[in-house]
């Protein structure tokens, strides 16, 4: 009996257990991302275009060119920042959730205006890097 359950299991949760699994596509293609207002880390913010061909940045500014058979976003109105943003997170709080020790996320009392996120937040979180690699350039605790 428990073969059996397990043949059906296996015969028809297949497709369920690994058709969620996210086959990783490299970043092909050219996209043309125009009229916006893109801040960048060194020329602070820009008005115009930002062409990016294989996953790359290859153009910027406003009077960079779109390449043929780009596929064209209008950003009008629209920010484009060079990194994502988490706007709340307990990166350089938590270490390692189960730990106790590691947790500076929660403070005793409704009012704590001593407290300064210089001496709770760990720069040197592994986490930190993890999520840099992953994109996320700024975070907000």
Known sequence: MKIKFLIILLVFGWGAIFGQVAKPTKGTGTFALTNASIQTVTKGLVQGTLVIQNGKITALGAN???????????????????GLI????????????SVDVTNDSDELGDLTPQIE???????????IPVTRVNGVTTVHC
């Open 64 to 82: 960079a060119a779109v390449p043929a058979g780009a596929q064209v976003i209008d950003c009008k109105g629209l920010t484009l920042y060079p």
């Open 86 to 97: 988490d706007g709340g997170t307990q990166l350089g709080l938590v270490e390692v959730s």
């Open 117 to 127: 996120a210089l001496t709770a937040v760990n720069p040197n979180a592994t986490a």
